[in-house]
């Protein structure tokens, strides 16, 4: 029992020196970090825009009068996760723009939130990056209800089923420069989701989609191929050639057996 006891604390230590977040409150997120470089569409009218790229996304928010500003995700649980921020930025109302390294702009993750604090009570916009993969972005609507805008990378798309999703409805999309922009002008609900595609899966999809029909189509003719020989080997050994007048009334066959 005593090294049980001596483990846990073992543990226990280490978690905390780590700065481990979640159990023991809130972690600054490191200055470096936060200063590194990105490009933002800070000309954007939208209340929250995102800008997908590859390997990350970009996010810029509209904040009035507001002295912090929260990022997080939603798991698959439902439960709120933070998300780890970086090149984060400020852009004052006047145009200026304002890195961490250049103002008291800084943030704390939690294991629920990531809060961005401001230097009091500020109105503009906040932007910030963060780290993804895969052909799905989904976030709450950190800038809560208000119209919303989302860049999907070069050489990608969303609007075919199977193949792509965007939710909520109510959206318009169009191309600017090779990319598919969506937006919504009144976004209520609590998230927006894109999942898109490659322009190449659209190749793929449809190069499989004309095999599987060659094969339908290929499966069909031989298998009445195959019924038409069958019908003409059985006129030709003489089976259901007699075959029933259909004008034949049951009255002129006479009486049942037994009874002539």
Known sequence: MKRRHLLLVAVLALVALSGCTGFFGSNEVDPERLNENASYDWNTSADGTIVIEESKYTAVYAVENESSFDVYTVDGLGRERSVPISALRFRYDNGT????????????????????????????????????????????????????????????????????????????????????????DEVTSDQIIVRYYLDRDLWLFGGLSAIAITIGIVGTLYYYRQLQAVIRRRKEAGID????????????????????
Do not use: C, H
Request: proline fraction near 9%; aromatic fraction near 6%.
């Open 97 to 184: 723009v304002v890195s961490a390294a250049e103002s008291s702009l800084s943030a704390s993750e939690s294991r629920q939130r990531t809060t961005i604090s401001f230097p009091g009570n500020v109105s503009g916009k906040v932007g910030y990056s963060v780290a993804r993969t895969g052909k799905r972005f989904g976030s709450p609507t950190l800038g809560g209800e208000g119209s919303y805008t989302v860049v999907l990378p070069p050489n990608t798309g969303a609007g075919i089923p199977f193949l792509s999703r965007i939710s909520p409805g109510g959206y318009e999309s169009e191309t600017v420069d090779g990319q598919q922009v969506i937006r919504w």
């Open 241 to 260: 050639l007699e075959e029933e007048d259909d004008d034949d009334d049951p009255r002129d066959r006479g009486p049942p057996p037994g009874m002539r």
